[in-house]
């Protein structure tokens, strides 16, 4: 790892209004990770907009969070695997006009098609979860950048997994999507530094996810928190209170 570990403040917790008037876009929204994300930044006080490629699924996750009296959240389809860049900049286009603001993404779509060795994996797969993992973070970040940069402060989050095993044999392309997500970061923190645009990157402790289940097929998942404390983490770096955590890798495993 190139990144400072960082670690979330002792006795550290989420306060009611710490995300109060900010919008915070959430890719993969409807993921284990990114529905955890959407219902934490809401609890704070956010307004959410939720991503993903399947609408009724958007739509269901709308339903719940306007059931559980949450503030309101917006739904945006973003196909990330199809998406061109004129389909991230409607994004920010959009936000800018319905809002005329943007504080914070939290990149939490992610694309993995299971442990495969390199001379097995298929070109096509390896070349979707390059894209969805990095290429689609960059171009939905860069074209959100304006608006993040015109913010008096703002957050990116990038999720990065257990580097001690995903450059492991057999990780493939999701490996080494989350290596380039890692420099990425790094690069994206030089460059913004001295913005009110922050870089993170979050390294979540085992969780509950599907994810985890492919991976993991050995493993019962059923006995894993589910995404809760790293959805929550994701606030704090959102938050005024992830300045402390700038550029840095805020790593969950031992918390």
Known sequence: MTLASVRLPAGWSVQP?????????????????????????????????????????????????????LPEPVIHPLDLEAATPNDYQAVADGLERDFGRLDGIVHAAASFDGLTPIGMHKPDEWLRALHVNVSAPFALTQACMPLLTAAS????????????????????????????????????????????????????????TALRRQAYFGEDTSKLPLPDATAEAAVYLLSPQGAAARGGMLDLRHD
Do not use: C
């Open 17 to 69: 209004g710490s995300l109060a008037h900010r919008v915070i876009l959430v890719t993969g929204a409807y993921g284990g990770l990114g529905s955890a994300v959407a219902h934490a930044a809401a609890r704070a006080g956010a307004t959410v907009v939720l991503t993903g490629r399947r609408k009724r699924q958007l739509e269901q996750l709308y339903d719940a969070m306007v059931a559980a009296r």
């Open 153 to 208: 402060d703002s957050a990116v989050v990038f999720v990065l997994d257990n580097p001690e095993l995903v450059r492991k044999a057999h990780w493939g392309a999701y490996g080494v999507s989350k290596a380039a997500t890692e420099r990425f970061v790094e690069i994206l923190h030089q460059e913004t530094e001295h913005t009110p645009l922050r870089a993170h990157a979050l390294l979540p402790a085992p969780m509950r």
